[in-house]
């Protein structure tokens, strides 16, 4: 099957260090790839450039078989990247569909020449995309900030999937979740994988990574050490993968 | 995931504050025109009104314009010296388009257009200073103070601008229907009136036409884009820059309302006292932004509303004529607005979120 996001030999150098250096890497429609590394690695750098947050010194990206050039983050969401940060950039003055429809904001007209909010038609849409993804937030006009860390997760996954997001980056999905909303949104990223959307998941919860992945893709030192299946793999060899104990690395491109 | 639930914990207290949180500033609003009304004959009247709504025109454009600074997270310390700057650019223009021999209400119109041109480069000068080169906004607007107030002084030269046309009086001191019976009806316009005439005036125009701004603009807050992208960039900058928005355009353009708003205010300030005065809303800055706060924004950003801001105009203004009408010194007032803004800041910070949550 042909790879939803490929890209072949990305680097990046901030001055003398190069951060991610000759990465290559894929990922499928329908399939999460667990992204791991230690802190410094480059996890985040490689992200950042499929995101279109930093420029790539060398290498190409290519999606959905066509080389493309990400050079801002709004050219990644046009050709629907979505990426979650870890602090998941929701407003929380405002309220659920509110957040879902931020920046793009459904408008209509009164007396012909006004533009305001359609708020019915955020709120009803927003409602449905949640329903999809089997969401649960009592109302849709309670401000985030009334919310829990785990709903809040999921309001912002559902921003994403309302702008029919093909490939979604997760960075620290899990962080600051308790044990079970963790669990809920494992779930969740398990029914967007059966809905067919490309996941990359960043985490240092090897547990986590290891529950919803399909593939592992291990850095070290802004190198791509190994690529393992998850089925074909364990804890412990990823661990010593990860800090370099075994000298395992293998390129595949 | 069916089983999510909202985790906000409620105890009696914060319950409590929350509830009082979200109408507290009406409630008291209501109770203080009961005290005065009590205690004070004479300021339940149509008078009485009408005294309260003469005096609120520059509040209310003031914190007008803070509302929209305060909810974007910034802060607008210049409002009353631009508010000062324009009232002396305006005279000025008025008086030297008649001196050109100019028709008075064409002259007044012309100088009002012009001053709102010029009135909204201090907020562009803020916005630049504070969107594209991150200068603190008090620091920004601080220095607007310097620059707009020694601009005025200099303008006027220590002297005092005269001769405005008599038009503009009557405008600052008509009403929206002046009505003298059985002679004439005028609007907006205060008509001239004989000795023994009796004049009934409903609703003066100083307060129309700000709270014609007023209306307007709530509905933009609240109903509109701009309005909305002003409340995202207040309560999560990153997250308003990450959807799209172009949020350093917005704050520029945040800045110019601010100061649009401040213009317009001087511009009253000409009607009504029939001059310019450099340091003529020197006075309504701290007011203009106090009723901001105890309408229930938060100096953080994000959070208040034009109709909120409005209910602690209110309680300002009530306060000021109450006070006045019993014969209490003006400093009794400054006392009692400043207990009144810690107690706002105090129940805005004992009942977290859920004083946020929305209806």
């Known amino acids: ?253 | 995931m069916a089983d999510i639930t909202i985790t906000t914990r409620k105890n009696g207290l914060q319950k409590f504050f929350s509830q009082l949180g979200n109408r507290w500033a009406i409630i008291f609003l209501f109770l203080e025109i009961i005290l005065f009304s009590i205690i004070s004959p004479g300021f339940f009247s149509v008078k009485g009104a009408q005294v309260i709504l003469i005096n609120s025109p520059f509040i209310l454009f003031l914190s007008l314009a803070e509302t929209f600074v305060i909810i974007s997270g910034g802060i607008d310390l210049s409002v009353g010296f631009v508010m000062g700057f324009s009232s002396v650019v305006s005279a000025k223009l008025i008086v030297a388009f008649v001196g050109l021999g100019m028709n008075d209400l064409l002259s007044i119109i012309v100088g009002i257009v012009i001053t709102l041109c010029i009135g909204i480069i201090p907020g562009l000068v803020n916005g630049i200073l504070v969107a594209r080169l991150k200068v603190p906004p008090f620091i920004a607007t601080f220095s607007m103070i310097g620059i707009t107030h020694g601009i005025s002084e200099l303008l006027i030269k220590g002297s005092y601008i005269r001769n405005l046309p008599p038009i503009a009086g009557r405008i600052g001191n008509g009403s929206l229907i002046n009505i003298v019976p059985g002679k004439t009806v005028s609007f907006f316009i205060s008509p001239t009136i004989q000795r023994g005439d009796q004049l009934i005036e409903i609703l003066p125009t100083v307060f129309v036409i700000p709270f014609i701004f007023i209306l307007f603009f709530a509905f933009i807050l609240k109903s509109t884009k701009f309005g909305q992208h002003t409340y995202a960039i207040g309560g999560n900058v990153d997250a308003a820059i990450r959807a799209g928005i172009n949020v350093k355009t917005h704050l520029i353009k945040i800045y110019m309302l601010s100061s649009f708003f401040s213009t317009v205010a001087g511009i009253m300030y000409v009607f009504r006292y029939v001059t310019g005065k450099a340091d003529a809303g020197a006075m309504f800055l701290l007011d203009g932004i106090i009723a901001v706060v105890i309408g229930g924004a938060s100096l953080y950003g994000g959070i208040g509303s034009v109709w909120k801001t409005l209910i602690g105009c209110f309680i300002i203004l009530v306060m000021e004529n109450g006070l006045r009408m019993l014969g209490v010194p003006t400093f009794y007032k400054l006392i009692v607005i400043g207990i009144i803004l810690i107690f706002a800041v105090l129940i805005d910070q004992l009942s977290p979120e859920l004083i946020h949550r929305e209806e």
Do not use: C
């Open chain 1, 1 to 253: 099957m042909e790879y939803l996001i490929e890209v072949k030999n990305l680097t990046k150098r901030f001055g003398g260090l190069v951060a991610v250096d000759n990465v290559s890497m894929g990922v499928k429609e329908g399939e999460v790839v667990g992204l791991l590394g230690d802190n410094g690695a480059g996890k985040s750098t490689l992200i950042k450039m499929i995101s279109g947050v930093y420029k790539p010194d060398g290498g190409k990206i290519f999606f959905e078989g066509k080389e493309v050039k990400i050079d801002s983050p709004i050219k990644a969401l046009s050709i629907a990247i979505e990426t979650l940060y870890q602090d998941l950039a929701l407003a929380e003055n405002l309220n659920v569909y509110s957040n879902i429809f931020l920046g793009r904001e459904k408008l209509r007209k009164v007396l012909k020449f006004i533009n305001v909010l359609d708020n019915n038609y955020m709120h009803d849409e927003s409602k449905k995309v949640l329903k999809r993804l089997e969401i649960e937030v009592p109302s849709l006009r309670n401000r985030i900030s009334t919310l829990s860390g785990g709903q809040r997760q999921a309001v912002a996954i559902s921003r994403s999937i309302y702008w029919n997001a093909k490939l979604l980056i997760m960075d620290e999905p899990t962080a600051a979740l308790g044990v079970t909303e963790q669990k809920k949104v494992l779930g969740l990223i398990r029914l967007l994988r059966s809905q067919g959307i490309g996941i990359i998941v960043i985490s240092h919860q090897l547990y986590d990574v290891f529950s919803v992945s399909d593939r592992l893709v291990i850095l070290r030192r802004g190198e791509k050490v190994a690529e393992r299946n998850v089925k074909e793999t364990n804890p412990d060899e990823v661990v010593s993968l990860i800090v370099g104990a075994e000298k395992v690395a293998q390129r595949s491109d």
